[in-house]
């Protein structure tokens, strides 16, 4: 398990604490609801998207586990689905084979250690096969309304080039925005940032034009045209 950097030693956001509070009021106005793109009917299909999401897209998972949940939709009837099915199922995932094997033993574990049942503890989830602290993150706000932080690569990259939560570690952009995000906007703040990553501040050309929160990001190369 990451171990969390001293709170005197993360970098402090760019942003004044009224333009924080703007970034994400703009960000609400533009989408009141965000939500997430992975499919699931519970708090264990959830786990097990978001395991199968690791270096794969969304769709992808989806496309693959829609099939797959109609008939495991618990630890149990995936464990008794069985390895070789569970690959069989999976195989158009990157990873597959090991993240078969995951499936399997974190469905074990949740059977063995927490009667069935996801539980609703960052530390728990982190001790499940496949299972890291993005992946508990995502977990814990979805399933159990946690203001937790899952920090992708989309997220990273607005974090650090709007100059919101600049940090050299996933952790540390985590940690930073844990402490800066309002209150009012924790529940959903990860879910907006990653989206806006996605779908607008693209890795390689921003979508700046139509972007929400251009009257405060500090992107030196920002286009305005």
């Given amino acids: 398990m990451a171990t969390a950097p001293k709170t005197k030693s993360l970098p402090r956001s760019k942003l004044s604490r009224e333009k924080i509070e703007r970034f994400f009021s703009l960000l609400a ?4 609801e965000p939500k997430g793109e992975l499919d699931y009917v519970n708090p264990y299909t959830l786990l097990v998207a978001v395991v199968l999401s690791a270096q794969a897209t969304d769709k992808g998972v989806n496309k693959a586990t829609g099939p ?3 008939v495991a939709d618990t630890p149990e009837k995936m464990v008794a689905l069985g390895l070789d099915r569970v690959r069989d199922y999976i195989k158009t995932i990157g990873l597959f084979n090991t ?13 063995a250690e927490h009667a069935g049942s996801v539980p609703p503890d960052r530390e728990a ?5 496949g299972v890291g602290r993005k992946t508990a993150n995502v977990v814990l ?3 159990f309304g946690q203001p937790t932080i899952a920090v992708d690569t989309h997220l990273f990259r607005v974090s650090n080039r709007t100059g919101l939560a600049p940090g050299k570690t996933p952790l540390a952009v985590e940690l930073l925005l844990e402490r800066i995000v309002p209150p009012a906007f924790a529940q959903h703040a990860h879910h907006w940032l990653i989206l ?8 390689r050309k921003p979508d700046c034009p139509v972007c929400p929160v251009t009257e405060v990001c500090l992107f030196k190369d920002k286009i305005l045209a």
């Fill in 196 to 203: 806006h990553g996605r779908y607008i501040c693209k890795a």
């Fill in 141 to 143: 706000n979805i399933a």
């Fill in 68 to 70: 797959l949940f109609k």
């Fill in 29 to 32: 106005e533009a989408n009141p």
């Fill in 125 to 129: 989830l982190e001790k499940l096969p």
């Fill in 99 to 111: 993240k078969a094997k995951n499936v399997i033993a974190l469905s074990e574990a949740l059977i």
